[in-house]
């Protein structure tokens, strides 16, 4: 199976909005409402901040945001914050298999 | 709240079986309508899904991996496990085990290094 496809990397600067794209196929992000994003600070576990496309988990701050049209997904951080420095995954459920993004580093 | 703990060698040879263990407190395994799956990230690389188990009983595996992986529940013990046959050192990664709700890893262990070497 083949990992999702997202930038190898995002910047931008505090106080401002960024987006990360993550592109699959009719098989996973295309044909199901359940893609998630996990935030991975150096040496530490993912954490959920996003599932089924567009819901926050309890205690994510509501500057992430996220949608979903066709075969890609996409994850908006806004207002910028310097923990907000990470790396970011998609995830999608693919019918009885999970796939992960490629993963994208978010310099602030 | 749920948490999750892997446990198992840090170190396994080559052609040998990776054996983990994760333990979970604050909520039955065998309880409501969730996945318990595992999770590894190589060195530097990226998140790779192994498998899950359904709390029905089901297992689902990743198709790269599935002759060589197994998923199985302990009730008893509130643990699951899993066992990697045949390894390599491109099984060499940090093993994570997880709680799925809305098809969504929403709870994590902190992880543990498994390195396959001589």
């Known amino acids: 199976q083949s990992a999702l496809t997202q930038p190898a990397s995002v910047s931008g600067s505090p106080g401002e909005s960024i987006t990360i794209s993550c592109t699959g196929t009719s098989s996973d992000v295309g044909n199901y409402n359940l893609v998630s994003w996990y935030q991975q600070h150096p040496g530490k576990a993912p954490k959920l901040m996003i599932y089924e496309i567009t819901k926050r988990p309890s205690g994510v701050s509501n500057r992430f945001s996220a949608s979903k049209s066709g075969n890609t997904a996409s994850l908006t951080i806004s207002g910028l914050q310097t923990e907000d420095e990470a790396e970011y995954y998609c995830?999608?459920?693919?019918?009885?298999?999970?796939?992960f993004g490629t993963g994208t580093q978010v310099t602030v | 709240q749920l948490q999750l703990q892997e446990s198992g060698p840090g170190l396994v040879k080559p052609s040998g079986t990776l054996s983990l263990i994760c333990s979970v407190s604050g909520g039955s395994i065998s309880s409501g309508n969730y996945f318990w799956g595992w999770i590894r990230q190589p060195p530097g690389k990226g998140l790779e899904w192994i498998g899950s188990h359904y709390y029905s009983g089901s297992n689902y595996y990743n198709p790269s991996l599935k002759n060589r992986v197994t998923i199985d529940i302990d009730t008893s013990k509130n643990q699951f496990s899993l066992s990697l046959s045949s390894v390599t050192a491109a099984d060499t990664a940090v093993y994570y085990c997880a709680h799925t709700t809305a098809a969504a890893f929403d709870q994590w262990g902190q992880g543990t290094l498994v390195t396959v070497s001589s």
């Open positions: 995830g999608s459920y693919a019918g009885r298999r999970w796939v």
